[in-house]
């Protein structure tokens, strides 16, 4: 028996309930693929930014969150990946607020974002953050303690909390 008399040897047949399934989930996969969607999505809304279609845009930005939760769903996503995901579209969706001038609602989409980034921070976070909320000329809340707020609320961010932040803030006026 020669050194390659091994590979001449019968593969064993795969085991075909395994393949069948195998196939099944290759083909759910390629039928419903969330994440080519969403990134589909995305660009659709960034095209109709440019083209200043405002609304036509946030439309785009919410069903690219949507497929975004149906691929958390079916890849069984822990609570802050959810949030993690859910929140970086709001950035976008800052941005056409911001066009449109509404300053304080961007800005609770720029807090839920740099919430549920805050086990993961980036320098982007904290420059966006202090562009949009300088935007809103708060009166009687500065950036500093706006920071310690957002810094203190890190279990389980959702947006409602963001908003009530900005509430708080935009009510000390």
């Known amino acids: 028996m020669g050194l390659f008399s091994i590979f001449k040897r019968k593969k064993p047949k795969p ?17 419903n693929d969330f994440l080519g ?10 095209a ?15 069903e690219q969150k949507s497929f975004y939760m149906q691929h958390a769903n079916r890849s069984g996503f822990t609570a ?25 609602v961007a800005l609770v989409n720029i807090v839920y974002w740099v919430l549920a980034g805050v086990d993961r921070p980036i320098k982007r976070h904290q420059q ?15 950036l ?13 961010p959702e947006f409602t909390l963001a908003k009530s932040i900005v509430s708080e803030w935009v009510s000390r006026a």
């Not at 949030?83 to 001038?101: K, T, W």
């Not at 202090?130 to 000329?137: D, I, L, M, P």
């Open 80 to 104: 802050n990946q959810v949030l993690a995901l859910d929140a970086s579209v709001h950035e976008d969706m800052a941005n056409i607020l911001r066009l449109e001038n509404k300053h304080e």
């Open 128 to 142: 966006k953050l202090k562009s949009y909320f300088n935007r809103c000329k708060l009166k009687n809340t500065e």
């Open 15 to 31: 085991d075909l309930e395994f393949e069948n399934y195998a196939q099944e989930v290759m083909a759910d996969f390629q039928r």
């Open 48 to 62: 109709a930014v440019k083209e200043m279609q405002y609304d036509k845009a946030w439309g785009f930005y919410q």
């Open 144 to 156: 500093p303690e706006a920071e310690r707020i957002i810094a203190t609320n890190t279990k389980l």
């Open 37 to 46: 969607k969403a990134a589909e999505a995305g660009h659709k809304a960034k």
